[in-house]
């Protein structure tokens, strides 16, 4: 049972520049969720997505897209990172009944 | 909006002692719930406990207990017998009941040291 998987694990990229991170779950879980940590602000909701075809947004969305195509896959795409993106990201995904989530390993990423 | 707090950047604990983090929070809700997660260097966020607001009961896990106090929006999580591999990163994070599903409002985070 892999649970939340996320590619890749550290990412460089230059300002300006696009890419995808991607996240996947295999629980079957309907609610999944992409959060960015920075130091000494915890973690903060970007998007989510309560099932298929259904996203929105969380506290800090600028800059970031997402789409739910399938239960299992909800991938993060940046548009044209900037330096104010460099973060760890976590995806995570839950029952929608149950409160706690489940996060993946993290991806670092650098925006130079 | 909901706000988590913790006061305490950095703590530190003997292996084998008991150790306290805080937490408090903002809300104006009556049903949601509470959790503390655990960050350890390998970054990745490891449930420790969960707590629902309408239970009166504290939760406990193995070594690890909670201290709900609901008046005072208070949420603190007790470490017994502490142990080298809980040295780690914890966070306090705050869910609304009903239909806010699982989306988490997080503290800055407590960073414990557990020395030998």
């Known amino acids: 049972n892999a649970g939340v998987t996320q590619t890749p694990k550290f990412q460089v990229l230059k300002t300006g520049q696009s890419m995808t991170l991607q996240c996947a779950q295999d629980?079957?879980?309907?609610?999944m969720s992409w959060y960015r940590q920075d130091p000494g602000m915890g973690l903060r909701l970007i998007h989510y997505?309560?099932?298929?075809?259904?996203?929105d947004q969380g506290e800090v969305p600028n800059g970031y897209n997402v789409s739910r195509s399938t239960t299992e896959d909800f991938p993060l795409r940046l548009l044209s990172a900037a330096p104010s993106q460099t973060s760890v990201y976590f995806c995570?995904?839950?029952?929608?009944?149950?409160?706690?989530?489940?996060f993946g390993p993290g991806t670092r990423l650098t925006v130079t | 909006a909901q706000t988590v707090t913790q006061s305490q950047p950095e703590m530190s604990v003997q292996e084998a002692e008991t150790v306290t983090l805080s937490c408090t929070y903002d809300?104006?809700?009556?049903?949601?719930?509470l959790f503390w997660y655990k960050q350890p260097p390998s970054r990745q966020m490891i449930l420790v406990i969960r707590?629902?607001?309408?239970?009166?009961q504290n939760a406990t896990e193995n070594r690890f207990s909670v201290n709900f106090q609901k008046a005072a929006k208070s949420f603190s999580l007790k470490i017994s017998d502490s142990q080298l591999g809980d040295a780690a990163m914890y966070f306090c994070a705050y869910r609304s009941g009903g239909t806010s599903y699982g989306k988490l409002t997080f503290g800055q985070g407590t960073i414990l040291t557990v020395h030998p």
């Open positions: 707590q629902e607001a309408y239970k009166q």
């Open positions: 629980m079957n879980h309907e609610y």
């Open positions: 809300t104006s809700e009556s049903d949601y719930y």
């Open positions: 997505s309560v099932g298929a075809g259904i996203t």
């Open positions: 995570a995904s839950s029952p929608l009944d149950r409160g706690e989530q489940y």
